[in-house]
T-cell receptor, first 113, second 117 residues
Framework: EAQVTQNPRYLITVTGKKLTVTCSQN?????MSWYRQDPGLGLRQIYY???????DKGDVPEGYKVSRKEKRNFPLILESPSPNQTSLYFC????????????FGSGTRLTVV | AQKVTQAQTEISVVEKEDVTLDCVYE???????LFWYKQPPSGELVFLIR??????QNEISGRYSWNFQKSTSSFNFTITASQVVDSAVYFC??????????????FGQGTTLQVKP
């Protein structure tokens, strides 16, 4: 089944403890992206990647890192999480940016205390 | 600047009623893509439709239909004979294809649809 897999689905962590949210797609998509969803602010892009080893900042990249060493994986790294990073995170992939639409993962609900 | 506006924050209907969700967008690009996504209570984002700026054909898929009008920059979504399972938050989104294209989806704020039995 074609899908984008995010793990974990739920995570509660403490301020400052490094964490990684994994994202993997099995559709050989070139384009991958991370979004966060917050009440009143909607969905905002954090980082995106046009292809392997090509990543760039979205609208809200502060406090996040990403890497794209393989086409299928695009992990989101929080080096020192803070409470303002409590959010619902989505990974998305597409054959290329825009034209074909995007497949989203199931989401990761992160709480930083 | 790009922007997507979903003016209806919440809509409540009774089952079997028809309901239209409005979406108005702003972009300077001549080539762009419009999307609708559904977010059920379980939280995932489910793709419903993609429309290119050069294709103004309306589309029907079962009980769902979409009306794309470039003249009014609108991409409205109608659910016919609504069902309780249609209860969700619906997002309209825009992606531009112009130079500097980042593939970013610009989402509207979403419309929460509640269908009562």
């Amino acid at each position: 089944e074609a899908q984008v897999t995010q793990n974990p689905r739920y995570l509660i962590t403490v301020t400052g403890k490094k964490l990684t949210v994994t994202c993997s797609q099995n559709m050989n998509h070139e384009y991958m992206s991370w979004y966060r969803q917050d009440p009143g602010l909607g969905l905002r892009q954090i980082y995106y990647s046009m292809n392997v080893e090509v990543t760039d900042k979205g609208d809200v990249p502060e406090g996040y890192k990403v890497s794209r060493k393989e086409k299928r994986n695009f992990p989101l790294i929080l080096e020192s999480p803070s409470p303002n990073q409590t959010s619902l995170y989505f990974c998305a992939s597409s054959p290329s940016s825009g034209y074909y639409g995007y497949t989203f993962g199931s989401g990761t609900r992160l709480t930083v205390v | 600047a790009q922007k997507v506006t979903q003016a209806q924050t919440e809509i409540s209907v009774v089952e079997k009623e028809d309901v239209t969700l409005d979406c108005v967008y702003e972009t300077r690009d001549t080539t762009y893509y419009l999307f609708w996504y559904k977010q059920p209570p379980s939280g995932e984002l489910v793709f419903l439709i993609r429309r290119n700026s050069f294709d103004e054909q309306n589309e029907i898929s079962g009980r769902y239909s979409w009306n794309f009008q470039k003249s009014t920059s609108s991409f409205n979504f109608t659910i016919t004979a609504s069902q309780v399972v249609d209860s969700a938050v619906y997002f309209c989104a825009l992606s531009e294809a112009g130079s500097g294209n980042t593939g970013k989806l610009i989402f509207g704020q979403g419309t929460t649809l509640q269908v009562k039995p």
